[in-house]
């Protein structure tokens, strides 16, 4: 099994709909591989903040795992952000 982290930007070109957001939690949660996530509140940056971009464009992390990456993919298709000209980009989490 696989572990995803998909980080979604704020850059959708048209609003999303409430809807749309429960209907793809809802294929997420019944496609068994869906293991939680959250927006992204307040951030502070650490070290040298001069060295390195904003991440401010990250407004939320959904958690995967699946042994069918093509199967999460077509999932992803149908993400509100995707589905509004947005970007979600998806982080494979290697194994430690």
Known sequence: MDAYLLL???????????EEWEQFFEAARSSG???GGSEVGRREILGGPATVPSSSHIVGYIRFETADRALL??????????????T???????RS
């Open 33 to 35: 591989m869906f293991h």
């Open 8 to 18: 979604i930007h704020d850059n959708e070109k048209t609003p999303t709909r409430d």
């Open 73 to 86: 993919l077509e999932l992803l298709k149908r993400h509100p952000v995707v589905l509004h000209g947005g």
């Open 88 to 94: 979600v980009e998806l982080c494979e989490l290697p």
